[in-house]
C-alpha cells in the first residue's frame, strides 16, 4: 500500500486533485479546439475510456469562443491550455472552463497574471502552474540564468535546470500568494526521466500544492510509454504526485489507458474491467496465442465490467503457478484449450472455440458475482489439470514421459 504524500486540496468540476483524493488521470485533445464537432467527440471519447479532466489548447480567439458551445455538450471537467496570450485564460474563464494552465516560461507579466489570478479567483477556478523545462525563462536569458543557479543543486547531474526550474515557480507563485490564491496545481515536466523524478522530488519537499505529473514530448507510444511510466511509476510509488498525464505523439486515447493502468497495477485506483494476465509464449506453445491473446483483451474490453481476473496461458508446464489467483483461467496446448473458472474445470474445447467459450464462461462468472453467488478472487482451489498429456497433449510431448510424471502442478491460493 502506497502512502501517498499530503496534499492541499483543489476541485476541478467535480473532480478533487490532492488531499486524499484518488490521483486522477487527465489527457489532452489532439484536435483544434475551433473544430466545435471533432472536440466535443474527441473529448468525450477521452471522457469514456475514463479520462477524469480533459485539456484543450487555446492558442487563439477563435478556440476560446468554441469554448463555451463544447463546454455544454461535454462532462468531463476542461482545461484551457494557455500560452503566451493572457486573453485567452481570461476569455477561458469566461467561457466557464474548470481549471487554467499558465506556462511562466511566456506569460510572465506580473500585471496580466494578476488578472488571471483575480478572474479564477472570483470563479473559484484553479490555476496550474506549469514550469516546462523547454520553456522555464525567456530564451535570452537562459544561459545567464543557467550559469547564476548551477551551483545550487551541484550535486545533481541535472542541477542547472533543477534551479532554474524551481526559482522560477518560487518567484512565480509569489505573485499568487500575495493575493492570497492558493488554489494551485504544479507541474515540472521535461522529456529527461531522471530530471522528472529530480524536480518533483525537490518541488514535494517545498510546496503543498497537488502535483501534476508527467514527462514532455515523451514521443510516440512505443518509446514513450518507458520514458513516461519509468519516472511517473518511482513518483506514484514513493508518494508522489495527484494527477498525471502520461503524453504520446499518437491517440490520446493510449494515454488514457495506460494512465489507469499504471493507477491499477501501483493500487492507486480500484480496477475497472477485467484484468487479463497472459503467457509471454515458447517453444511449448501449439495454438496463436498473440492472436489469441488481442482477441481476449478485447472482448473482455467490451463485455466485462468487473474487475475479473483472466489469465490466458500457452500451456499446463508453468501456466497454473502463473496465474495464480486467477478468476477465469485457459491453458493452451495441442490446438484446444481447458477453461477453468475458480479452478473448477469448465470447458476442453478446440482452439478455434477457444475465444467464445472464455467469453462466455467468464460473462456466466460475472453475472454469479453480480448476483452474489460468487466473489473475486475468493475461492482456494486447485488447478490441477488432470491429464496434461492425454488432455493438452503437445505441452508435455517435448518432456519426456518419464520426466512429465514427475512433474507437480501447483495449488492455487487466493
Ligand atoms: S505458460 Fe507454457 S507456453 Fe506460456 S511461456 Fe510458460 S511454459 Fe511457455
Do not use: W
Not at 550535486?155 to 490564491?181: Q, T
Not at 522529456?191 to 523524478?197: F, K, M, Q
Not at 511510466?229 to 486515447?253: E, F, M, Q
Amino acid at each position: 500500500m502506497i502512502s501517498r504524500r499530503k496534499t492541499r486540496q483543489v476541485t476541478v468540476g467535480n473532480v478533487r486533485i490532492g488531499g486524499d483524493a484518488p490521483v486522477s488521470v487527465q489527457s489532452m485533445t489532439s484536435c483544434y479546439t475551433y473544430d466545435i464537432d471533432k472536440c466535443v467527440a474527441e473529448i468525450n471519447k477521452l471522457d469514456q475510456a475514463g479520462a477524469d479532466i480533459v485539456r484543450v489548447a487555446v492558442p487563439e480567439r477563435k478556440d476560446t469562443e468554441a469554448l463555451k458551445e463544447i463546454l455544454k455538450q461535454v462532462k468531463v471537467p476542461i482545461v484551457a491550455d494557455v500560452h503566451f496570450h493572457f486573453q485567452r485564460a481570461l476569455e477561458s474563464v469566461e467561457a466557464g472552463v474548470h481549471k487554467i494552465r499558465l506556462n511562466p516560461g511566456n506569460i510572465n507579466d506580473r500585471a496580466q497574471v494578476e488578472k488571471v489570478i483575480d478572474a479564477c479567483k472570483e470563479r473559484g477556478i484553479p490555476i496550474r502552474v506549469g514550469v516546462n523545462e523547454g520553456s522555464i525563462v525567456e530564451r535570452k536569458d537562459k544561459q545567464k540564468r543557467l550559469k547564476e543557479l548551477g551551483g545550487v543543486f551541484s550535486d545533481n547531474k541535472h542541477g542547472h535546470f533543477l534551479a532554474i526550474m524551481i526559482a522560477k515557480l518560487e518567484e512565480y507563485l509569489d505573485i499568487f500568494y500575495e493575493r492570497n490564491f492558493h488554489d494551485i496545481v504544479i507541474s515540472a515536466k521535461s522529456i529527461d526521466p531522471l530530471l522528472v523524478v529530480s524536480a518533483y522530488e525537490e518541488i514535494s519537499k517545498r510546496f503543498d500544492h497537488p502535483l501534476h505529473l508527467g514527462v514532455t514530448h515523451a514521443g510516440p507510444k512505443e518509446t514513450g510509454t518507458i520514458r513516461s511510466v519509468v519516472p511517473l511509476g518511482h513518483l506514484l510509488a514513493s508518494g508522489i504526485g495527484d494527477t498525471i498525464r502520461i503524453s504520446y505523439a499518437n491517440d490520446p486515447i493510449y494515454e488514457v489507458q495506460d494512465g489507469l493502468e499504471l493507477m491499477y497495477i501501483l493500487g492507486l485506483r480500484t480496477r475497472k474491467g477485467a484484468e487479463l494476465i497472459g503467457c509471454p509464449t515458447c517453444g511449448r506453445i501449439q495454438v496463436d496465442l498473440f492472436t489469441l491473446i488481442q482477441q481476449v483483451n478485447k472482448a473482455l474490453h467490451e463485455h466485462i465490467q468487473l474487475p475479473i481476473k483472466v489469465a490466458v496461458m500457452g500451456c499446463v508446464v508453468n501456466g497454473p503457478g502463473e496465474c495464480e489467483g486467477a478468476d477465469v483461467a485457459i491453458f493452451a496446448g495441442d490446438k484446444r484449450g481447458i477453461i477453468y473458472v475458480q479452478g473448477q474445470k469448465v470447458a476442453n474445447v478446440p482452439e478455434e472455440q477457444i475465444l467464445e467459450t472464455l467469453l462466455a464462461e467468464t460473462r456466466k462468472f460475472q453475472d454469479k458475482v453480480i448476483r452474489g453467488e460468487a466473489k473475486l478472487g475468493e475461492k482456494v482451489v486447485d488447478i490441477l489439470p488432470p491429464d496434461p498429456i492425454g488432455e493438452l497433449g503437445s505441452g508435455y510431448a517435448k518432456i519426456e514421459a518419464g520426466k512429465a510424471a514427475a512433474v507437480s502442478l501447483p495449488v492455487m491460493k487466493n
